[in-house]
């Protein structure tokens, strides 16, 4: 007798019992409800007849987590944030919080206070991590080493194993050398790293020890964690480093050397720099800079850094002059030009149309260098208007972040108040959060005018948005009147839907806010 195989069985299936004969059935059965039937029988005998598995061995219990646990009310929010980041998404936002986007500062809040993620929601804290990588630094933090745990039974996590773990407390020198010759990269890097902050010489001498035997990509990652601690004693194996066969390595020995303004190679660079900038004392028609950009690219200039080759429609002596004069510290233009500091630099005129790439050279000087006289020189006055062809070149937004914080956020509310919001959109970015209250008020102003004047009101969306995530929460109440009517009808000139637009928007601003103090108070212990 002839026994129907569960390959038969699927192939009857897919290709249809009108195509191919189904198994018999009850009498006066439906062919589709035999195969059904069959198929349930076959799977039931399949199942029956199954040899039992080796036990695999019992994965590690999770590592102690000795961090206080959430308060109950902050574990229900979060459980509530990671649910809403899974709804479906809708066309139109209404005046409705936008918990997604709350999510990265609830994290934050609660990493800065100290919690650990509880247990049951890891397995969505790393969902939500691996959909949006923004969350991942944050998520790793708030898991601790019971997500990294977790993540080596689940393929789909594994990018939280390529993230850089803390160094285990307490970890000695031979400790450490084991996990240099024998971790994967991510433990080298946090053993560097650590090492790095608590004794740079140390950490420095760690990874001349393998230098010569690392791939290049994984050279560059060690390279970088130089930042942290850089100081003239790094300079020997930085200069040893300009030669290595990497672009990109000696790229960044080159940079992290122009950080040091002792260094040979920022003197080498000053050398030139002086050389093809001057001021002109033979004009009587007052004080002028004169340029001389470099005719070639030499041999020294590139193993200083220098690239050979300019983008597309930029010419090589323009190219190779704004990277010298980016590389020479700015402590060396005063006294070179004549002039008492940056603004006395910044001020003097530029002779035959250089003032560009100099101005520019300097704002990627400043900016590299972290020299807030600088960067406030070439920023300016907030209420003055931008020169001519200004925005192609200079960029405030990151000249703002050599400021110290609270005059940032001046700078920036001034800049609003005097040429509104089109142009801040960045600036606005990189300052402290929660906004300071001139700042904040800047914005708020800003958008009731546009409200009122009859803006484009999804222009302005971006805006709106950040606020909601970096007013100030105690604010909320004072924001209550913008939701109600202006004190004008809507324009004839308004787009249609615009005034409803503007209502929804500032209803969840308010919102927004409120329910981020409701948020803040439930981390409190």
């Given at each position: 007798m ?14 249809g ?15 589709a ?6 198929a ?14 080796a ?44 918990l ?7 994290l ?20 939500a ?17 019971r997500a ?12 939280a ?25 991510a433990?080298?890097?946090?053993v ?21 035997s ?6 560059l ?9 850089l ?35 920022a ?14 004392r ?20 590139q ?23 980016e ?53 300016g ?9 200004e925005?192609?070149?200079r ?34 970015g ?32 971006g ?7 970096c ?12 939701v ?42």
């Open positions: 002839h026994t129907t195989t569960w390959d038969e069985l699927l192939s009857t299936a897919l290709l019992t009108d195509r191919r004969a189904a198994p018999a059935g009850r009498p006066g059965q439906a062919p409800l035999a195969l059904l039937d069959e349930a029988l076959h799977a039931v005998r399949r199942r029956a007849g199954a040899l039992p598995a036990a695999r061995a019992r994965p590690e219990p999770a590592p102690e987590d000795p961090r206080p646990c959430l308060p109950e009310a902050a574990r229900r929010r979060l459980a509530l944030l990671l649910a809403d980041r899974a709804g479906p998404a809708t066309g139109r936002r209404g005046s409705a919080p936008d997604v986007e709350l999510l990265p500062q609830w934050a809040a609660a990493n800065l206070r100290g919690y650990r993620a509880p247990d049951a929601l890891l397995p969505e804290l790393l969902d991590a691996r959909a949006r990588s923004d969350l991942r630094q944050e998520v790793l933090r708030l898991g601790g080493e990294r745990w977790l993540a080596r039974l689940n393929p789909q996590w594994k990018f194993l390529r993230a850089r773990p803390a160094e285990p407390a307490g970890s000695g020198p031979a400790d450490r050398q084991r996990v240099w010759r024998e971790g994967l990269f433990e080298r890097s946090a560097l790293a650590t090492l790095r902050r608590q004794n740079p010489d140390a950490a420095r001498e760690l990874l001349a020890g393998t230098w010569a690392e791939r290049a990509e994984d050279r990652m060690f390279l970088d964690s130089f930042h942290d601690g100081r003239p004693a790094d300079e020997p194996f930085l200069e040893a480093a300009l030669a290595d066969r990497s672009r990109n390595v000696r790229a960044l020995a080159a940079r992290l050397l122009t950080l040091l303004p002792e260094s040979a190679l003197a080498r660079m000053a050398r030139r720099a002086r050389a093809c900038v001057s001021r002109d033979l004009r009587g028609a007052g004080p002028l800079i004169v340029v001389e950009a470099p005719h070639e690219c030499d041999a020294a200039m193993r200083d850094g220098v690239v050979v080759n300019p983008p597309s429609g930029r010419g090589e002596r323009s190219w190779w002059l704004g990277q010298i004069v590389a020479a510290p700015l402590s060396v233009w005063p006294a070179h030009l004549g002039v008492s500091g940056a603004a006395g630099a910044v001020a003097l005129p530029v002779a035959d149309g250089w003032r560009q790439e100099l101005h520019a050279a300097w704002c990627r000087a400043a900016v590299q260098q972290r020299d807030t006289e600088w960067s406030r020189a070439l920023l006055p907030a209420t003055a208007p931008p020169g001519p062809g925005s192609s070149w960029d405030p937004a990151k000249l703002l972040t050599a400021l110290p914080r609270g005059e940032r956020a001046e700078w920036v509310a001034q800049f609003i108040a005097t040429h509104g919001l089109p142009d801040a959109f960045r600036m606005i990189v300052c402290e959060v929660p906004w300071a209250g001139p700042l904040g008020r800047a914005v708020i102003d800003a958008l009731d005018i546009a409200r009122e004047s009859g803006g484009y009101p999804w222009s302005f969306s805006v709106m948005g950040l606020a909601e995530r007013l100030d929460p105690d604010q909320a109440d004072r924001l209550q009147a913008l109600g009517a202006p004190d004008q009808p809507e324009h004839t000139g308004s787009s249609p839907g615009a005034f409803d637009y503007w209502t929804e928007a500032f209803q969840r601003l308010v919102d927004t806010l409120r329910l981020r103090a409701v948020m803040r108070a439930e981390l409190e212990p």
